[in-house]
């Protein structure tokens, strides 16, 4: 990034959790620099009201993890009743989070062009349209539609939350309490909606988990309206646009990357279809980054790869919620499936996720900010790293209490220091006036962690198991094999952190 000049209009934040840089030149005449417009500011008011301001943006984290947590719960359910194949079954799932993934790039640059006020309340709204679209559905391709199109919904109210919380709180002690309020939501949504969901998916049906959802963020998305800080339009600035060509060949790269990790188990990986998929992905994936050399306006300027740490955290962020729902899904499976166990009683031994994350980020949050930042990325690892090794050790139902138990808890404040680290690490290299963009690369990251670690984990599993006995033991080795995966996967993160990481 080029040095601040002479002139007051070069003189510029270097991040928006530090403070502009005061270098200016003794000859620069003091009455021009007052002159000079101030940027327009979010209307952020004091108190009370501030606090239930950021209580609703991080609603939109804490329905983002219910949403997938308690579609994890019900999957068994959905996939007897509308007729899922077991590989099929996978993209209940996939389809919101590839969705969601690959849409907060475009929705994170709505937010910076206009105001992410409209694009927070559009998301909200439709995620909660989509998801009683998602309970109405009778088969399998009408269910996966519906559920794409609210990770599309979802995918606008989190970069345009996360750009409102870092323009609202730029001190680095406050902003980095706030994320981490920001990520407990997620953690309370994690628990509550395994709990929930297992019970309306036993006491009613698996559709009430949609009913639900849509529910309670269609009133969100009306108070958020209302209730959150006026438009601020800023007057003489030079008209951005989407970028269409790129967002579409990032998508379409992203989806033929996950059909292939998802249909690679079960068709083979030497297979003509894997391969080609694989390779054509690899050349939409280039062309992406061709594009936006060429483009007026690209949806990820080339420079922001050269913000600091920025490249290692996009790859670094994959791991969180690789891990979260990667683990979680096998987990539940191994619980339903071959430990037999109802989706209420599944629910209730999921709580130490919810309880334990809710907690440790928090934690993560308000102190997390003391501790050099390659420390933290190292230490989420290490605790994520145990946890997939406990689980991955208990094949039996009475190892429950001395493996499972403690890995959720080890396994989670992994999650929650690793999700603190990484987005207060590639936040405070975002220049001003592009939080949203970047908030979005960020939690495209996570989400592309968690549609890849899905897959991945889903098409182990299934190929290991394929080539088994039929009983819960022998059947438990495909689930092992998986959550290796997910170590090895960590192994590379710590390798990464350690090496390329700058405090």
């Keep these: ?102 849409f907060q790039v475009p929705a994170g640059r709505l937010s910076d062009i206009y105001h992410p006020k409209p694009v927070f309340v559009v998301g909200y709204l439709a995620v909660g349209v989509f998801s009683i679209l998602c309970g109405v559905s009778v088969d399998p391709i009408m269910l996966i539609v519906f559920r794409a199109m609210s990770g599309l919904g979802a995918a606008m109210t989190i970069p345009s939350a996360i750009a409102m919380i870092v323009q609202s709180f730029p001190d680095p002690s406050e902003q980095s309490r706030a994320l981490g309020l920001y990520g407990a939501f997620g953690a309370i949504g994690n628990s509550v909606g395994f709990v929930l969901g297992g019970i309306l998916v036993a006491k009613a049906s698996w559709r009430w988990v949609f009913y639900l ?52 188990g079960a068709r083979g990986w030497g297979s003509p279809q894997i391969i080609a998929t694989l390779v054509l992905s690899i050349v939409f994936f280039v062309g992406f980054f061709f594009v936006e050399r060429y483009v007026q306006d690209p949806a990820i300027p080339p420079r922001t ?41 599944t629910a209730l031994h999921f709580l130490p996720f919810g309880i334990t994350g809710g907690i440790s980020t928090l934690v993560a949050g308000s102190y997390g900010h003391l501790v050099p930042r390659r420390i933290l990325l190292v230490a989420g690892q290490l605790f994520m790293a145990v946890g997939v090794t406990l689980f991955a050790l208990a094949d039996t139902e009475d190892k429950y209490w001395s493996h499972i138990f403690p890995g959720m808890i080890i396994n989670m404040v992994g999650i929650a220091v690793a999700y603190v680290a990484a987005s207060v690490t590639t936040m405070a290299s975002a220049p001003k006036g592009e939080e949203g963009v970047v908030g979005a690369i960020l939690y495209t990251s996570f989400q592309i962690g968690s549609t890849i670690g899905i897959a991945i984990v889903s098409s182990i599993s299934l190929s290991v198991n394929q080539k088994l006995p039929l009983d819960a033991l022998s059947q438990h080795q495909g689930y092992a094999a998986s959550l290796w995966s997910v170590l090895g996967m960590h192994g590379i993160m710590i390798v990464i952190s350690l090496i390329f990481v700058r405090d």
Aim: proline letters at 6%; aromatic letters at 14%; glycine letters at 6%.
């Design 1 to 102: 990034m080029s040095s601040p000049t002479s002139t007051a209009s070069s003189t510029r934040c270097s991040s928006p959790v530090e403070d502009c840089e005061k270098q200016v030149s003794p000859k620069l005449d003091t009455s021009s620099v007052e002159a000079q417009p101030e940027e327009p500011a979010l209307d952020t008011p004091k108190g009370l009201r501030r606090a239930a301001i950021l209580a609703v943006l991080c609603s939109a984290q804490f329905f983002d993890i219910f949403n997938a947590c308690a579609s994890i719960a019900a999957l068994p359910s959905i996939g007897k009743d509308l007729g899922f194949t077991l590989g099929m079954l996978q993209w209940v799932l996939a389809a919101y989070t590839l969705t969601f993934g690959a």
């Design 213 to 264: 959802i849509g529910i309670a963020t269609i009133p969100f998305a009306v108070f958020a309206y209302f209730f959150l800080p006026k438009v601020t339009v800023q007057e003489n600035t030079v008209k951005r646009k989407i970028d269409v060509p790129g967002i579409t060949i990032l998508t379409g790269g992203l989806i033929l990357f996950v059909y292939a990790v998802s249909d690679g």
């Design 305 to 345: 790869w050269f913000n600091k740490n920025f490249a290692v955290m996009f790859f670094y962020a994959w791991s969180v919620y690789w891990n979260l729902l990667a683990g979680e899904l096998q987990l539940v499976q191994v619980f339903q499936d071959l430990f037999l166990w109802s989706p209420i009683k």
